[in-house]
């Protein structure tokens, strides 16, 4: 990953991996919007919904 930020995804992948988080986990897990980590929390949510009907704010 490269990015200005990535640290911040990798890291919260990480925990995701190294804890055995599941998708629901990132889902139901409150992260500070519009940052990298909240990307992967949407990324889960949009296996079940429909990633154009989501708000900005999902």
Do not use: H, N, W
């Amino acid at each position: 990953m490269l990015a200005e930020e990535a640290g911040e995804a990798i890291y919260a992948a990480t925990l995701a991996l190294r804890f055995g988080a599941t998708r629901q986990d990132l889902v139901e897990t409150l992260a500070p919007y519009l940052t990298f980590a909240e990307g992967i929390r949407l990324a889960a949510q949009a296996v079940e919904r429909d990633p154009a009907k989501m708000s900005c704010c999902a």
